[in-house]
């Protein structure tokens, strides 16, 4: 299996795992966690294979010559900036969007949630550069974690369908 998948597919799965504690703190119950870990999925998903093969591409191409540990470091950097980013764009127009007050995506709760999003896109980053070679010799394992992703973005994009 090439390292390239591998770590995506790791990427992908740390990024919707850590949607479940977020899930909760802001659904506050099992059925909204599970409404927003699916529903996440389906951006999880489409980010990941697009903005993420990206900022990996860039990442390994920046990284080639350094060590894991610097590698990691940097591909922690990259998932934090882009994540952050794009959750500060898309979240910050949602929240606007929901209460017609623009001033709703700078306030503290929005901000909170845009903070703790963007550590958890460096995590996945980190985690899918710092395990890729590992993972790419159990192709196994691999295809679990991407379809266990793709599963559960199937059910989450069946919730949007229908709400």
């Given at each position: 299996m090439p390292v390239f998948a591998a770590g995506l597919a790791l990427a992908a799965f740390t990024l919707l795992a850590l949607q479940v504690p977020y899930g909760f703190l802001v659904g506050r119950s099992v059925t909204n966690a599970v409404a927003w870990v699916t529903a996440s999925a389906v951006v999880i998903l489409l980010v990941t294979l697009t903005a993420g093969s990206v900022l990996a591409w860039l990442g390994h191409r920046i990284s080639r010559e350094w060590d894991d540990r610097r590698a990691t470091i940097l591909f922690f950097g990259?998932?934090?900036v882009g994540?952050?980013?794009?959750?500060?764009m898309v979240?910050?127009?949602?929240?606007?969007?929901a209460t017609g007050d623009?001033?709703?995506?700078?306030?503290?709760?929005?901000l909170a949630s845009v903070l703790y999003l963007a550590v958890a896109g460096g995590v996945s980053a980190a985690v899918g550069r710092y395990f890729a070679r590992?993972?790419?010799?159990?192709?196994?394992?691999?295809v679990v974690?991407?379809?266990s992703v793709a599963l559960c973005a199937v059910l989450g994009g069946m919730a949007l369908g229908s709400a």
């Open positions: 990259l998932g934090l994540v952050g980013l794009w959750s500060f979240l910050g127009a949602l929240l606007s969007a623009p001033g709703t995506a700078t306030s503290g709760v929005a590992e993972a790419a010799d159990r192709p196994l394992l691999v974690l991407g379809v």
